[in-house]
């Protein structure tokens, strides 16, 4: 199966500071990536859609400007979480399709103090 | 409203043993149903695809079903390893989305 990496595994910061997640595509090229969110004993949630040279899709309840996507090439999208606070700690996990289905990284692990 | 419900409470069952896992959907009319393994803390593992125009679907020790008429998927894993032991998550996409909405998922304990 396709191969999805994402750096941080984990990451602790002081609330207010600024974090990036970046997210690859290995061994494929994809012009959509999906980032999703998942607390603890929960399911994965969809945050937003990510595509290549354009603007991201954000779903409904979820901050544009608090959650800044850039998909700037076939294999790279990063997720910035602005000025975090404790509750944007969470599992996040970026998603690509490949092959006609979705391949997930491993997660990140925030934890925001 | 839409919803994919799998139980969710845990299921233990012994080693070598059949697990079988449900997934219900509701107000959804999927062209295909995904199923996943996510272990602590990693994320989602890709296992199964099948598509509406299929009823089951297998790889090794892994069989799906899919009942449009019901709107219900079962997983079964035959004999089970205690490393089968995870979070079996169904998903699918909705009318017009792209990206794959997840149940809630059933964690299976594979007893030795």
């Known amino acids: 199966g396709a191969v999805v990496s994402q750096h941080p595994s984990r990451v602790i910061c002081k609330s207010g500071t600024s974090v990036k997640i970046e997210c690859r595509s290995l061994d494929f090229q994809a012009t959509t990536m999906f980032w999703y969110r998942q607390f603890p004993k929960q399911s994965l949630m969809l945050m937003a859609t990510s595509n290549e040279g354009s603007k991201a899709t954000y779903e409904q309840g979820v901050e544009k400007d608090k959650f800044l996507i850039n998909h700037a090439s076939l294999t790279l999208s990063t997720l910035t979480v602005t000025s975090a606070h404790p509750e944007d700690s969470s599992f996040y996990i970026c998603?690509?399709?490949?092959?006609?289905?979705?391949?997930f990284g491993p997660g990140t692990r925030l934890l925001v103090l | 409203s839409q919803k994919i419900e799998q139980n969710s409470e845990a299921l233990n069952i012994q080693e070598g043993k059949t697990a079988t896992l449900t997934c219900n959907y509701t107000?959804?009319?999927?062209?295909?149903l995904q199923w996943y393994r996510q272990d602590p803390g990693r994320g989602p593992v890709f296992l199964l695809l099948?598509?509406?125009?299929?009823k089951e679907k297998r790889k090794e020790r892994l069989k799906v079903t899919f009942d449009t008429t019901l709107k219900q998927s079962l997983f079964h894993i035959t004999a089970s390893q205690p490393a089968d032991s995870a979070t079996y998550l169904c998903a699918l996409v909705g009318t017009g989305r792209r990206a794959l909405t997840f149940g809630s998922g059933t964690r299976l304990q594979v007893q030795p």
């Open positions: 099948i598509r509406e125009n299929e």
């Open positions: 107000n959804y009319s999927p062209a295909y």
């Open positions: 998603s690509a399709r490949a092959q006609g289905t979705q391949y």
